[in-house]
């Protein structure tokens, strides 16, 4: 008597359903529904309530006007887009784009220890949220030759959040006033 080689594996897949298969059967619903209990207490409201989706959050309130009225869920997911090249803690140091704590009030090109280039080193401005802004909608036109490898945030909405989530996480303390 002759079996092809295909037999042992009918064999084994045979023995495998066979050990999957055999539970008893699922039991049958009772008749009439079972008593509910009665409804758990309502669990108290967080202290600081997220904001929904296109509100304002708390943790933007005492931030300037456009971006206290920023949402905190938008700028942390839109963040998620640069933490891959950069930290926000003070003294992390840099990864492949410079550490933005104290971004604001800082004059572009002037993080010490990170090499920038030449486009950037050749400007003349301070961040502020609203260069941050420029920047962030287009990096390749508003510093043409910069080495940034990101094609930007489009919406503005996104923008407004990311920025207002590095004035929180970057020591944000306000406009410098201007030297005299």
């Known amino acids: 008597m002759r079996f092809s080689a295909a037999a042992p594996l009918a064999l084994i897949a045979a023995l495998a359903l066979a050990a999957c298969g055999g539970s008893d059967p699922a039991p049958a619903q009772p008749a009439e529904p079972a008593a509910t209990a009665p409804a758990a207490a309502p669990v108290a409201a967080p202290a600081t309530p997220a904001a929904a989706p296109g509100e304002p959050s708390p943790e933007f309130a005492n931030l300037p006007a456009p971006y206290n009225t920023a949402n905190y869920a938008v700028g942390a997911r839109t963040w998620k887009l640069c933490q891959s090249c950069h930290l926000t803690a003070e003294g992390a140091g840099h990864l492949v784009g410079p550490n933005l704590h104290g971004v604001f009030s800082r004059k572009v090109a002037s993080a010490e220890g990170f090499a920038y280039s030449p486009a950037l080193q050749a400007e003349d401005f301070t961040w502020t949220p609203e260069q941050l802004d420029h920047w962030l909608e287009n990096p390749r036109t508003f510093v043409p030759g910069n080495r940034m490898s990101f094609s930007g ?3 503005e909405a996104d923008r407004l959040g990311v920025i207002a989530y590095l004035m929180v ?11 005299e």
């Not at 996480?169 to 030297?179: I, V």
């Open 169 to 179: 996480e970057t020591g944000y303390q306000g406009e410098a006033a201007p030297a």
């Open 153 to 155: 945030v489009r919406r």
